[in-house]
């Protein structure tokens, strides 16, 4: 296809100047992302896209094609294809891959959040005075005497923590020894049904739990 468009071209650019074209067999052309400089400004430029949303193929044609681009690439001041572009992406170890996840930090250097996290560290400190202290064994390493409270009588603080998992129905291995005769075996889309186990833990009872249940 690309060859009879070309010589089609080339057919009327003879029929109009009565001229060959001349070939340009093994003539090296450089790409302009060969630039470093170039190439550099282009990435920081997807970083920032990045910060916002996600970036297209058509995100490096249009920053190509601005003014300031152009005027910077002087005489070779050009646009370029979305292929081009696409070719550029993966030329720059741009690929379409799931997303990675990151550690949550919104707002965490707030003066507020800040402020309310000093004072959530100054009472626990306070608090791990009265806890039964254990090793990793479950040993008791210090037990407290307790804290008075008004009504004259000793406590000691008991620390309860909350832990739950979410099992799903089509929740199984992904990976696993085969035998290259082993047929293929329809699975069901999506995880399907889940149910949530829930518990709270103590470290000095276990789970705790209703009764004698």
Not at 67 to 72: F, L, N, T
């Amino acid at each position: 296809m690309n060859h009879a468009q070309n010589l089609r071209k080339w057919i009327k650019e003879y029929l109009r100047s009565e001229k060959l074209p001349l070939h340009r067999y093994r003539t090296y052309h450089s790409s302009i992302l060969e630039d470093e400089d170039f190439q550099r400004e282009i990435q920081l430029h997807l970083m920032e896209i990045t910060k916002k949303g996600y970036i297209r193929t058509q995100d490096i044609v249009d920053y190509v094609a601005t003014p300031e681009v152009q005027q910077q690439l002087g005489m070779r001041a050009r646009g370029i294809h979305v292929r081009t572009a696409r070719w550029w992406l993966h030329k720059l170890n741009w690929r379409y891959q799931q997303k990675k996840k990151g550690m949550y930090i919104d707002g965490h250097e707030h003066e507020h959040v800040v402020e309310y996290r000093k004072g959530f560290i100054k009472r626990w400190k306070e608090y791990e005075k009265c806890f039964v202290i254990y090793d990793n064994d479950g040993n008791v390493v210090s037990r407290p005497t307790g804290f008075p409270v008004p009504q004259g009588v000793q406590f000691r603080l008991i620390l309860v923590t909350h832990d739950k998992f979410t099992f799903y129905e089509n929740d199984h291995r992904k990976t696993l020894l085969m035998n290259k005769n082993t047929k293929a075996v329809a699975e069901k889309k999506g995880k399907g049904q889940s149910i949530m186990a829930s518990e709270f833990l103590t470290s000095g009872w276990g789970r705790l739990k209703e009764g004698d249940k």
